[in-house]
């Protein structure tokens, strides 16, 4: 088993729960929790919601105790609306649970959430985060529930009471500043749905229409005595059912998640902003969890938004919001568990799909050089075992971890052809070349498919077919120069070490420097001048990738040919 880490924010929640779990149920499984509703893709935003309890049970699991991840799908949530793409005649399923919604056009799977399901589960496998789904369709529909249903329904008038509180206070105005933020928001019980009162009076359970199977439905009645529940639908049906034996309803969301506290014992919960403000689903469910449900609710931190940059367009999987399927199509999964373990829930950040991944990347790798020199502060050691694996064992890794820039740089200029990308990589390091592709999979995949959506076509790099015969002609003399010390000194150079000792050198050895002499600011713009004038020649532009990995990718038969006058 892998062993327990110290020293951060993942080991101090899980010393609190431990102990909180210890206070209320000594030798029982521990239980930490998420909730995710399948209304739609679901948004890289909601991953924090399954990280931040992820990385607690996993440290509690490397400390030897039984802990069970639960992520409660909300599978039986009302369809709110017809997502952008979606062709209009599903608005006829709008107030039907997600599991009765036919799944989007094209999809294998039986149903709209089984659909959006499948694709959060299948990037949680590969993010190495173990946990057990369980289906409130499946809950509901089975009676799993029924007698918290009908505690529920006895204590109406207390549950009133305490939503009353609130009721009366202005609502906080939550500003929503971006769409992505908007789009994270509607997570699992979205701000402002229906909690129970009626004109008819305050009931916290809402069937689906029998006919339908809409949820247009009001409460008219209910007796306590019989279960007998009278309720009309928009659609003109009227019904009587008995509570006692009735399965196609839900409690009400702000009863429905403390009601779950209660029935699966959840010990660690966290949840977004949006529900931590007074009178929210957080701070009301633990006064309808003790006072009705007689349970304790669980330590539950706020955990802050996840931010996305420049997610382009034409990549975001079917709806127009970048899932964590996304994200794992351009970085490898520690990578991503890296970004949410080194921050704490409470502080922002963002995923990055534009030219800041290279930095992140650059970032993780330079802590990994860290960590194994032994020179890693104990909070960043941490941060990275929870990242390369869980307890149950380490993920798959790259087995030679190049950089992501110049990986992306080399499968930039030779669009992917394998062949070309297998010689550049050889040709990188000739003492201890890269013999087969293999060896820097899966990140060179990653690095490929980030260049190909990701990056606008106007930012790819283009090597000129011909060369530029009229910036070669108007070169000055020292230009000239320029050129042929460094063609003279392709061979005995090429490697990405030598390539770079050769481009900062030449403007060196013009003036008359030895090839280690410290930059002085004249030494730096002739260095700059070089590198653009090469550029312009090379890729028609000022700038592109770094140039020794640009000259290795060009070959050096073609570097000749453009940079000859
Ligand atoms: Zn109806």
Redesign the pocket.
Known sequence: MARSIEADWVSRFADEVIAEAERRAPGKTIVCASGLSPSGPIHLGNLREVMTPHLVADEIRRRGHDCVHIISWDDFDRFRKVPVGIDEAWNEHIGKPLTSVPAPPGSTYPNWAEHFKAAMAAALTELGVEFRGISQTQMYTSGAYREQILLAMRERGRIDAILAQYRTKPKAAKPVTDADEAAALEGSGAAGEDDGSAATGYFPYKP???????D??TVTSYDDDTTALDYT?????AETVLLSEHNHGKLVWKVDWPMRWAYEGVVFEPSGVDHTSPGSSFVVGGQIVRDVFKADQPIGPMYAFVGISGMAKMSSSKGGVPTPADALEIMEPPLLRWLYARRRPNQSFKVAFDQEVQRMYDEWDSLVRKVADGTAQPADIAAHQRSVGTAAGLLPATPRPLPYRTLASIVDITTGHDEQTLRILRDLDPDSPVTSLDEVRPRLDRAERWITTQVPAEQRTQVRETPDADLLTSLSETERESLRILLDGLDEHWSLDGLTTLVYGVPKIQAGLTPDAKPTPELKTAQREFFALLYKLLVGRDTGPRLPTLLLAVGADRVHKLLTI
Request: with cysteine; charged share 15%; net charge neutral.
């Open positions: 689906y229409c029998s006919v339908c199977d809409r247009l439905t639908c928009a659609c003109g049906h």
